[in-house]
């Protein structure tokens, strides 16, 4: 086993004594080494929300046995719960439509190997980008969207989605709204970058509609997609400080670089299970 290999335990529940002592002792039981561990209780939802990543081969079984003898504790806590295994890149399939600034981040980060993860495909609307993606060796697939084939668009891609096994569907600057089933099938596993600090400026032309209310900052949100346009809930959000000189093609210039690291950073916490849903809200665990 790799020295450096790492399972990921994140769970929540309702909140009450001693969960840290029962979770901590099932790992301790077993001699699990716990390298990080981070922990929130949050009093409105009066929910407990962990993270608790242990040395791999500290422990005398592997995940299907993890799991099968944390069920009891899991369900005596009421718990929401996964556990991952380092070892398993996680699946990102990524949506496009002509704008390439994020595609072309991403791309660079996961060639580098700085975003460890498996891209097996790239999905647009429009062919612009196709020979771009091929040139890295992802699969490219053109799915058009107009206002006659809208269902049998999105089930095309919600097809691919699952043929391919991804964990995560990222849209990467995808100028398309999501039907709502979409949304529904894949809750928590849609990622949007959206062009301004939500929730200002909603929808289309953020960076126009931030210009004519004249705003010194503009931002980008990476969110969770969800049936209600640009309402999913949040992971990761940054500004930048504008002034009266400004002109709109600057706030668009200033605004991809936002957007890019923004996204980055969004994915790379969802990624490394870092992220537990609350609600309409996020616990991110930095």
């Not at 002592?21 to 990080?36: D, N, S």
């Not at 002509?98 to 429009?126: F, G, M, T």
Request: proline share 4%.
């Amino acid at each position: 086993m790799h020295p450096h290999r790492r399972y990921t335990l994140v769970a929540s529940c309702p909140d009450r004594v001693g969960i840290v002592a029962r979770v901590a002792g099932f790992i301790a039981e077993h001699q699990g080494w716990i390298l990080e561990t981070a922990h929130h209780a949050d009093f409105d939802s009066e929910r407990y929300f962990m993270r608790i990543e242990i040395k791999a081969d500290s422990l005398p079984f592997h995940l299907a046995e993890f799991r099968e003898r944390f069920a009891p504790i899991a369900g005596e806590f009421r718990m929401d719960w996964r556990i991952s295994d380092s070892a398993v890149k996680k699946r990102v399939v990524v949506l496009v439509s002509k704008q390439e600034h994020c595609l072309y981040d991403l791309l660079a980060r996961w060639q580098s190997k700085e975003l460890d993860v498996e891209i097996p495909c790239v999905i647009s609307n429009h062919r612009v980008l196709q020979g771009f993606v091929e040139w890295h060796g992802i699969p490219f697939h053109y799915v058009p969207v107009t206002a006659n084939n809208k269902s049998k668009a999105f089930d095309e891609i919600g097809r691919i989605f699952e043929e391919v096994h991804s964990d995560v569907m990222v849209l990467a600057r995808y100028m398309q709204i999501l039907p709502p089933e979409l949304c529904a099938a894949f809750t928590g596993r849609l990622i949007n970058i959206h062009h301004s600090f939500l929730p200002s400026f909603v929808g289309a032309k953020p960076y126009h509609q931030a210009y004519q209310r004249g705003v010194k900052l503009i931002g980008a949100t990476c969110h969770y997609v969800s049936a209600e346009l640009d309402a999913g809930p949040i992971i990761e959000q940054d500004t930048v400080r504008i002034d009266h000189g400004d002109s709109v093609d600057d706030l668009v210039r200033y605004g991809k670089d936002i957007e890019k690291a923004v996204l980055a950073r969004g994915l790379r916490y969802h990624v490394e299970d870092r992220v537990l849903l609350n609600g309409n809200r996020t616990v991110v665990f930095r």
